[in-house]
């Protein structure tokens, strides 16, 4: 090889060194969790954006959550959150949350920029806490929806709507079927708590069922053990509590903690007021409350403030 094109080599390897080590740096594992999925939205509607969260993590390093970025408005009005289910290299699993608005910084992530080896389990808004598999009280048997002379067994409609989401209310189109036309109807959850015995929760025609309470509901593991039991069974659970809103904070910094108090309600017990309980430290260095909205059985609705350190209890 002459002079002339060694040095020409020389210069063009050279040149080639920047583009190498910037493919060497986005193909390096440097962050420290694993993405599983991502979902965005608030704990009664959410949807998955795991593929869409490549998309964003190919385009850049960051991005600002939010419905452009997402393309999808999947609770309107709501503030919403994305939720990113990781796994550190522990083996341990982990959440991260951003509020609508802020700023996702891609470089805690193994693989951001390419994408290889991510995104691909799925799972619930719950699941990732672990708290929406086994931590309600009761494991539904039966679900019947109508009136005491007309109703119907929908089990197997309360697990496709479990599977979908959290929260759903109660009407004729949600459940697909209308027992007693003209009449106002209930739906009526024949359970077992975890001392074995069977309860009814009733909920009226526009309630709000809270699949907080119950165990594997979004897995949709249960109701194997229908038998048409007795609509007018007396067995019933006139206290069960629906948390319609936790907010968590001090001064004007609040987040909205309402699915974490669920879940802790629903593990039973009564576990102090922390950050390490709410999953979030939205004022730091200040000593925060926990406000509360929420209603037992066809009550009123209460409002209750706890202060950081009190037990989760409400009266």
């Known amino acids: 090889m002459s002079h002339t094109r060694r040095t020409l080599f020389a210069l063009s390897a050279l040149a080639l060194l920047p583009a190498l080590a910037r493919a060497d740096h986005d193909d390096r594992d440097e962050g420290e969790y694993r993405i599983l999925y991502a979902r965005y939205g608030t704990a009664e509607q959410q949807v998955d954006v795991t593929e869409r969260l490549k998309q964003l993590a190919r385009e850049d390093e960051r991005f600002r959550a939010g419905n452009e970025a997402f393309g999808v408005d999947p609770a309107p009005g709501r503030r919403k959150t994305l939720r990113i289910v990781a796994r550190g290299r522990d083996g341990q699993q982990r959440v991260f949350e951003y509020r609508e608005g802020s700023r996702v910084d891609g470089r805690e992530f193994i693989g951001w920029r390419t994408g290889r080896g991510w995104g691909d389990e799925r799972g619930g808004w719950r699941d990732a806490d672990g708290d929406g598999r086994d931590s309600g009280r009761y494991r539904i048997l039966e679900a019947r929806y109508g009136t005491p002379r007309r109703h119907v067994d929908v089990t197997e409609r309360l697990r496709q709507l479990a599977r979908q989401d959290l929260r759903f209310r109660v009407e004729n189109e949600r459940l697909g079927v209308d027992p007693d036309p003209g009449r106002r109807k209930q739906l009526r959850l024949f359970v077992r708590d975890r001392q074995g ?3 009814v929760f009733e909920y009226d025609e526009g309630a709000v069922v809270d699949g907080a309470l119950f165990t594997g509901w979004q897995r949709g593991d249960w109701g194997h053990e229908r038998r048409e039991r007795d609509w007018s069974d007396e067995r019933r659970e006139e206290q069960w ?10 001064d004007s910094r609040w987040a909205d903690v309402t699915a974490a108090v669920r879940a ?4 039973g017990g009564q576990p102090r007021v922390s950050n390490e309980l709410l999953g979030v430290d939205p004022a730091r260095r200040v000593r925060k409350t926990l406000r509360l909205r929420y209603q037992r059985g066809r009550g009123p609705l209460r409002e209750l403030e706890l202060r950081e350190g009190e037990p989760l209890a409400l009266p």
């Open 197 to 199: 015995e069977e309860r």
């Open 241 to 250: 509590l629906q948390v319609h809103e936790a907010l968590w904070g001090a």
């Open 264 to 267: 802790a309600l629903a593990r």
